[in-house]
């Protein structure tokens, strides 16, 4: 067997990533195992909204961690560009919520009275302050919200600065190579094989393996159960045609600093097929141009789809396993580039002993389990 490390971590997108250069960060000696490229699947796939309101309408356990880690983000990118030397296409113009149908609109209002009650920042905007906000916007938003403290960035520029960032750290990162099963004593997880037949030891194992994290097995547990759900996304090239993070209808556009718009997504339990789909992309296109018709005429500059890891619940699996010395940090869906600092640093005070510092318990890996 290779000699240990103190912590390995399965998995390195967003989560996997920022998770190992923390607990590198915090002396533990830091092994990653990435079965293809770094951030790319999940990661570079996503949209890269930093967004804890703009599907908020009620409280819940998600909620309140999203605005934790929301809180995070700043301190977090300063260190991150500290480390990297890299800029992330950090956009702070917030975001707005538009409602095209009366339907929609009561979908705001909840909103709004869920999070002006709450003492969040969030502004109610007719169809005249939409426009006066947006002027691409659609003629036909009845009103909507503005959350300025909602932000954007461009993910695969975050996974680049966080492989520079983790490895600075002392992380060493291995591409290419895939955690096959773990390795089990007793009741404690001791190590890994990997895709190549190598026996890696470690003190203790991070799962943060996106949607193939039900599929790390060892004798005698069960793993959390892992869902791929596919997100597909258009694309655009039309610089200067909106400047915020537009939301509407269950659908959004980013736009970033060179002038591309990011359209998404959609939501499909179709396995593991990474397919881009006729339909996929009829279903974005009209809600893309529902929101901004502008975008009829803009250039599709590119297309694809990614596949986000869920849970049958819906939220993340962050904590103990069932063995000692194995942690979860998977599930996020449609959060994970959000959730990436508060993620980070709970598993790793979780790795060292430490407090959370959050309420984990709606999280719990082991919620899966018969009387968990």
């Given at each position: 067997m290779q000699r240990g490390t103190d912590l390995l971590v399965i998995g390195g997108g967003s989560i996997g990533l920022a998770v190992a250069r923390e607990a590198a960060r915090s002396g533990l000696s830091v092994h990653l195992l990435e079965r293809n490229a770094p951030g790319g699947e999940a990661t570079g796939a996503s949209a890269g909204i930093l967004a804890a309101q703009m599907d908020a309408h009620e409280a819940g356990p998600l909620t309140t961690l999203g605005l934790e880690s929301r809180a995070l983000w700043p301190e977090f990118l300063r260190e991150l560009n500290e480390d990297s030397g890299l800029d992330v296409d950090l956009r702070t113009d917030g975001a707005l919520v538009a409602a095209l149908d009366d339907e929609e609109r009561e979908e705001v209002d909840r909103a709004y009275h869920f999070q002006s009650g709450s003492g969040l920042t969030i502004e109610r905007l007719d169809g005249a302050g939409l426009h006066a906000a947006e002027p691409a916007l659609s003629?036909?938003?009845?009103?909507?919200?503005?959350?300025?403290?909602?932000?954007?960035?461009?993910?695969?520029?975050?996974?680049?600065?966080?492989?520079?960032?983790a490895?600075?750290?002392?992380?060493?990162?291995?591409?290419?190579?895939?955690?096959?099963?773990?390795?089990v004593?007793?009741?404690?997880?001791?190590?890994?094989v990997t895709s190549s037949g190598e026996h890696r030891a470690a003190g203790a194992i991070v799962v943060a393996a996106g949607a193939w994290s039900g599929f790390i097995q060892g004798d005698g547990m069960t793993p959390p159960p892992s869902e791929p759900v596919r997100g597909q996304i258009v694309c655009f090239q039309a610089p200067d045609l909106i400047r915020r993070v537009l939301s509407g209808g269950g659908f959004y556009l980013v736009p970033r600093t060179d002038g591309r718009i990011v359209a998404g997504s959609t939501m499909e339990r179709a396995g593991f097929d990474r397919s881009v789909t006729g339909a996929g992309l009829e279903e974005i296109l009209k809600a893309a141009r529902r929101l901004v018709p502008g975008l009829a005429e803009a250039a599709v500059r590119s297309t694809w789809a990614g596949l986000r890891p869920g849970a049958p619940d819906g939220l993340p699996v962050i904590g103990a396993g069932p063995l000692a010395g194995l942690y979860y940090a998977s599930g996020h869906l449609r959060s994970g580039i959000l959730l990436t600092p508060i993620t980070a640093r709970v598993v790793t005070r979780l790795v060292t002993g430490g407090d959370p510092g959050v309420d984990l318990a709606a999280f719990d890996p082991l919620r899966f389990q018969e009387g968990g």
């Open positions: 003629r036909k938003v009845l009103g909507g919200l503005l959350l300025p403290h909602e932000w954007s960035l461009d993910p695969a520029r975050l996974a680049r600065s966080l492989v520079l960032a490895g600075r750290s002392g992380v060493t990162i291995q591409s290419g190579e895939e955690a096959a099963r773990l390795l004593e007793g009741s404690r997880a001791i190590g890994v």
